[in-house]
T-cell receptor, first 112, second 112 residues
Framework: QKEVEQDPGPLSVPEGAIVSLNCTYS??????FMWYRQYSRKGPELLMY????GNKEDGRFTAQVDKSSKYISLFIRDSQPSDSATYLC????????????FGKGTMLLVSP | EPEVTQTPSHQVTQMGQEVILRCVPI?????FYWYRQILGQKVEFLVS????????KSEIFDDQFSVERPDGSNFTLKIRSTKLEDSAMYFC??????????FGPGTRLTVT
């Protein structure tokens, strides 16, 4: 079983839609969960991070972690064409300077 | 806003040649990483570096790879004898806290 699984997409939605992006993981040691946005041929850009279970909101973005199900989500409200990118989930086991384990990324396409 | 920079943006080299990829992390960050992303694949951890020494390395980071912080600003990744399978995007990341890893734009390495 792969450590972090993410549907590669593409996920195509119309402008204004609510988008749900998800990752599952197998390693129960993961405690910190991040979402990165990556535009084509660019570096990953940190969007949000959460610790342990719960929700975190930042503008149009909401990150949700369910550790009991080993499932994390990123919701984007009122999606815009500029949100079109690949979204990577990443996670690490501790608060020390741990390496990140990434999902493969989901490509999101928001059409005007 | 401070950002991680990487040079060159694209490097083409012949198999067996040595390459050096350069990164300038965000100043006052103390922990640095190299990751790579083969086209269509996950971002993979290579090595982390703290206090002028390797903190952790993956199985990918074999004897052909080395890292160095030659001065107070640059952070380099050297591949001694490149192979075709080293073709990838290489990302440097600079860390303020354990989960806020800031990535550079990447160097696209093409080995022919």
């Amino acid at each position: 079983q792969k450590e972090v699984e993410q549907d590669p997409g593409p996920l195509s939605v119309p402008e204004g839609a609510i988008v749900s992006l998800n990752c599952t993981y197998s390693n129960s040691a993961f405690q910190y969960f991040m979402w990165y946005r990556q535009y084509s041929r660019k570096g990953p850009e940190l969007l949000m991070y959460t610790y342990s279970s719960g929700n975190k909101e930042d503008g149009r973005f909401t990150a949700q972690v369910d550790k009991s199900s080993k499932y994390i989500s990123l919701f984007i409200r009122d999606s815009q064409p500029s949100d079109s990118a690949t979204y990577l989930c990443a996670m690490s086991p501790s608060s020390g300077y741990s390496t990140l384990t990434f999902g493969k990324g989901t490509m999101l396409l928001v059409s005007p | 806003e401070p950002e991680v920079t990487q040079t060159p943006s694209h490097q083409v080299t012949q198999m067996g040649q040595e390459v050096i990829l350069r990164c300038v992390p965000i100043s006052n960050h103390l922990y640095f990483y190299w990751y790579r992303q083969i086209l269509g694949q996950k971002v993979e951890f290579l090595v982390s570096f703290y206090n002028n020494e390797i903190s952790e390395k993956s199985e990918i980071f074999d004897d052909q790879f080395s890292v160095e912080r030659p001065d107070g600003s640059n952070f380099t990744l050297k591949i001694r004898s490149t192979k075709l399978e080293d073709s990838a995007m290489y990302f440097c990341a600079s860390v303020r806290t354990s989960y806020e890893q800031y990535f550079g734009p990447g160097t696209r390495l093409t080995v022919t």
